[in-house]
């Protein structure tokens, strides 16, 4: 007897409520091979689409749709699959699906709603225009959540590498969704730790910035090995 799929998640595209199109993500506890679903429906129209292993589902092409979902931490679970050589059988993927948080984030992180000082916003604004890291790394301490939406909305993709760069210095903490296009945008940085930062953010694992390490240093070949396994 057939198991039923598991519900991962569902959301609009671009997390457009008005949209008409609907996206989901299912997990088939009893399709090992391809136990990952991606569908889209119209209005009352039934969902189509298909199914994928878990390195398929996880390819570049797909982290807007798993985004969408909420599903992006498929991402990580992935590498870590990758990194053991093996397959994950559907119900080592339903393990590794994070647990929902038991408090509201504002009481988990208070910090990232604390005010920052008044004309905080220009002097980010000065530091990212002159890629002034000593700046950078003061200023990082005084995000918030609304500095965080009004900084990653002035970021553009026909920005000089210099400045974007600089963006990605300051944002290499943060984990809201308006920071991932920066870093999406990252991977293909000449900076390389504009590459490793953007491998933490995207992987949802900021651990793995040690092991990019080599003498302390950010290690250019380690990098370029994370970034390759991350499109993959």
């Given at each position: 007897?057939?198991?039923?799929?598991?519900?991962?998640?569902?959301?609009?595209?671009?997390?457009?409520?008005?949209?008409?199109?609907?996206?989901?993500?299912?997990?088939?506890?009893?399709?090992?091979?391809?136990?990952?679903?991606?569908?889209?429906?119209?209005?009352?129209?039934?969902?189509?689409?298909?199914?994928?292993?878990?390195?398929?589902?996880?390819?570049?092409?797909?982290?807007?749709?798993?985004?969408?979902?909420?599903?992006?931490?498929?991402?990580?679970?992935?590498?870590?699959?990758?990194?053991?050589?093996?397959?994950?059988?559907?119900?080592?993927?339903?393990?590794?699906?994070?647990?929902?948080?038991?408090?509201?984030?504002?009481?988990?992180?208070?910090?990232?709603?604390?005010?920052?000082?008044?004309?905080?916003?220009?002097?980010?604004?000065?530091?990212?225009?002159?890629?002034?890291?000593?700046?950078?790394?003061?200023?990082?301490?005084?995000?918030?959540?609304?500095?965080?939406?009004?900084?990653?909305?002035?970021?553009?993709?026909?920005?000089?590498?210099?400045?974007?760069?600089?963006?990605?210095?300051?944002?290499?903490?943060?984990?809201?969704?308006?920071?991932?296009?920066?870093?999406?945008?990252?991977?293909?940085?000449?900076?390389?730790?504009?590459?490793?930062?953007a491998v933490c953010v995207l992987s949802g694992?900021?651990?793995?910035?040690?092991?990019?390490?080599?003498?302390?240093?950010?290690?250019?070949?380690?990098?370029?090995?994370?970034?390759?396994?991350?499109?993959?």
């Amino acid at each position: 007897m057939a198991i039923a799929a598991i519900n991962l998640g569902c959301g609009r595209p671009g997390n457009d409520p008005a949209s008409q199109e609907l996206l989901d993500v299912h997990l088939h506890l009893d399709c090992p091979a391809t136990p990952i679903s991606m569908g889209e429906s119209w209005g009352s129209a039934p969902s189509i689409g298909a199914s994928y292993t878990l390195q398929d589902a996880v390819a570049h092409r797909h982290w807007a749709h798993l985004e969408a979902c909420g599903c992006d931490w498929l991402i990580q679970v992935a590498l870590e699959e990758k990194g053991q050589g093996r397959l994950f059988t559907p119900q080592e993927i339903l393990e590794r699906r994070p647990q929902p948080k038991t408090t509201p984030a504002a009481a988990a992180s208070p910090a990232r709603s604390k005010p920052a000082p008044a004309g905080t916003l220009e002097r980010i604004r000065k530091a990212i225009a002159a890629a002034d890291y000593e700046a950078i790394e003061g200023l990082r301490d005084l995000l918030n959540d609304e500095l965080v939406r009004a900084i990653a909305a002035e970021w553009r993709p026909d920005l000089p590498w210099k400045v974007k760069d600089a963006y990605a210095a300051l944002l290499m903490d943060q984990t809201a969704a308006c920071v991932r296009p920066i870093y999406r945008d990252a991977l293909a940085s000449p900076t390389t730790e504009s590459r490793a930062y953007a491998v933490c953010v995207l992987s949802g694992d900021f651990g793995v910035f040690d092991s990019l390490l080599t003498d302390g240093g950010v290690d250019e070949s380690k990098v370029d090995v994370a970034v390759a396994r991350l499109k993959s």
